[in-house]
C-alpha cells in the first residue's frame, strides 16, 4: 500500500507547477491614456539572463472593481520579448499583472500605474 501511495505522490508533484524564477520586466511604450491601445513591452530571462521563447504571457490589467478586470495573451515580437496592448476604460489606479508559463514553470509580476 505504501507503494502506491508513493507512485500517487510522484505522480502529483510530476504535474504540479513549480516556480520559474524568471526574470520579468515590463513598461508602457506609450503614455498612459484611456480609450486607446497601449503597448506593454515584456522582458523575460531566465535565472541565466538567456531569453525565454515560446512562452505563454498574459497581461491583466484590473482595478478595485472586479468588473474592470481585463486579460490579454501577450504575443512574442522578439526572443524573450512579448507585447500586450491592454485598453484603459477609465483613468485611476491599476494594478497590471504578468504572468509567464513555459515548460511548466511560472512566474509572475505586477505594478501599479495611474492612469490620467
Known amino acids: 500500500m505504501k ?16 516556480d520559474g524564477n524568471y526574470n520579468i520586466r515590463f ?5 498612459l491614456q484611456t480609450g486607446v491601445e497601449i503597448p506593454f513591452r515584456i522582458n523575460v530571462d531566465d535565472d ?12 491583466e490589467i484590473t482595478t478595485k472593481e472586479p468588473l474592470d478586470t481585463k486579460l490579454l495573451r501577450a504575443t512574442e515580437t522578439d526572443p524573450g520579448t512579448y507585447i500586450a496592448k491592454p485598453i484603459f476604460p477609465h483613468s485611476g489606479e491599476w494594478n497590471v499583472y504578468v504572468e509567464v508559463d513555459h515548460d ?4 509572475t509580476r505586477n505594478k501599479q500605474v495611474l492612469v490620467p
Not at 27 to 31: D, M, S
Not at 104 to 107: I, L, M, N, V
Request: hydrophobic share 55%; net charge positive; no cysteine.
Open 3 to 18: 507503494i502506491i501511495a508513493f507512485l500517487f505522490l510522484g505522480l502529483a508533484l510530476g504535474f504540479a507547477q513549480r
Open 27 to 31: 513598461e508602457p511604450t506609450a503614455i
Open 48 to 59: 541565466r539572463h538567456k531569453a525565454v521563447r515560446g512562452a505563454k504571457v498574459t497581461l
Open 104 to 107: 511548466g514553470a511560472k512566474s
